[in-house]
Every structure is written in C-alpha cells, then in structure tokens.
C-alpha cells in the first residue's frame, strides 16, 4: 500500500502556480484541506487538487477578478 506524501504550503504553491500568500489565505478563507502539524501547515496534493476541481479556488469575494473581466463589449 502506497501512502501519499505530505506537502508543505509551499509545495502546494507551486504546484498551484500561486504565491504562497495565496495558499495561506485560501486556507483561512476558502477551506483548502490543510492539517496544521504544529505550527506548519500540511497538505495532500490529491484533496487539493479534487478542491480545486470542486470549484474551492474560483473568486467569489472579487479579489482576484476585475470588474473589467465582466465587459465583453465596449
């Protein structure tokens, strides 16, 4: 049986292609599966991954997406 690794907040980052901030908020705001071990937090790439899938990354606060990204004719 293989078992899978665990990943810190920076490996999660990268694997997402977002800073770390971002990792660390969404796990604060958005409920990205996140285990604190002490004060680290630890990850599974495979819950990540099916949250992002689920929808757990798409901006609903308007931080991330503009206004502008709305207007398809000016």
Do not use: C, F, N
């Not at 630890?42 to 709305?70: C, F, I, P």
Request: hydrophobic share 35%.
């Amino acid at each position: 049986m293989t078992t899978a690794r665990w990943a810190s907040v920076e490996d999660v980052a990268r694997h997402l292609g977002v800073a770390k901030d971002s990792a660390y908020r969404w796990i604060e705001t958005r409920s990205l599966p996140a285990h604190k071990t002490g004060r680290l937090w630890k990850l599974q790439l495979s819950e990540v991954d099916e949250w992002v899938r689920a929808g757990g990354a798409d901006a609903h606060d308007g931080t991330t997406k503009g206004a502008s990204d709305d207007r398809s004719s000016a």
